[in-house]
């Protein structure tokens, strides 16, 4: 099972994800845990987060492989056209995969260049949805979209994709949010907050580690002057787009970040460790 949590303020946007990998009966219901660390979310070009939940392989491998090696070759930039690739790519390998568990949902939640300036947004493309955000029990040929924007008059928006949250968490989170954000809250409060929920939301499904990303609006001016893309790990803060890996219990030692695409380049498999400060890490270069 996945939950996947996506919030959009004005100064930063931020996603996590658990990385619980489960094998299911063909009924749905749970039958085994696979991995507690399976990558989640791709990050498309540092502007935009692509988390999914569904299917844990397309085509033969894991999903987040797809997806990276998917925009790569089309070599591509732009989170809307992103969107597209990925609806229409991901239709062949579903053919043959029973209605019943053949579900998919890509979650982008990033920043768009507008001529008002730099609106952070999320963006769902998903088989698994009807209209009113109600789940559908067989997944559809079609995939749907909804996007949320946020305006500059309001203050925070969120979005939930996997496991639902219950009402009362729900009004939480929401809660929180807005009061945090009125604070100026730094985001890694808001980041810890998140995952600290997904946890709550039952661990036993969706396990205890989560991957979290923050993409700062400071960084994507500073990208576009620059011509700069990096994303690192290190304490999320309002000026660096960031991951941070959160695991019940850690020492610190460890760590795995998100899958990496721009263009005609892709990163994949990134895992490290930490020693006196230092980050040691390996990954694959598609």
Request: glycine letters at 6%; a positive charge.
């Amino acid at each position: 099972m996945t939950q996947i949590i996506a919030v959009i303020t004005q100064e930063f946007i931020t996603v996590v994800s658990d990385r619980r990998l489960s094998y299911l009966n063909e009924d749905g219901s749970f039958k085994c845990i696979k991995t507690d660390n399976e990558c989640k979310l791709v990050s498309l070009c540092e502007h935009s987060c692509i988390a999914y939940t569904g299917l844990a392989q397309l085509d033969g491998i894991a999903t987040h492989e797809w997806i990276t090696r998917t925009l790569k070759k089309h070599k591509c930039i732009d989170a809307w056209l992103a969107g597209k690739i990925l609806a229409k790519e991901c239709k062949a390998p579903l053919e043959n995969i029973s209605k019943s568990y053949s579900h998919m949902t890509f979650l982008i939640t990033g920043w768009k260049y507008t001529n008002k300036g730099l609106l952070p947004y999320m963006l769902r493309i998903s088989n698994a949805y009807h209209h009113d955000d109600s789940w559908i029990k067989l997944a559809t040929n079609n995939f749907r979209y909804k996007i949320i924007c946020l305006l500059p008059d309001e203050v925070s928006e969120s979005m939930v994709v996997g496991v639902p949250l219950k009402r009362a968490q729900d009004r939480r989170i929401k809660r929180h949010i807005r009061k945090t954000t009125i604070r100026r809250s730094l985001p890694l409060a808001t980041l810890e907050y998140l995952s600290k929920e997904i946890v709550l939301t039952n661990s036993s499904m969706v396990g205890n580690n989560v991957l979290g990303v923050i993409i700062p609006k400071n960084q994507i001016e500073e990208t576009k002057k620059a011509g700069l893309v990096t994303i690192c790990h290190h304490a999320p803060n309002k000026s660096r787009s960031t991951f941070t890996y959160y695991e019940e219990g850690s020492n610190g030692l460890e760590i795995f970040g998100p899958s990496f695409v721009c263009g005609d380049s892709g990163i994949i498999d990134f895992s490290g460790s930490t020693k006196n400060g230092v980050v040691s890490a390996s990954f694959r270069v598609l």
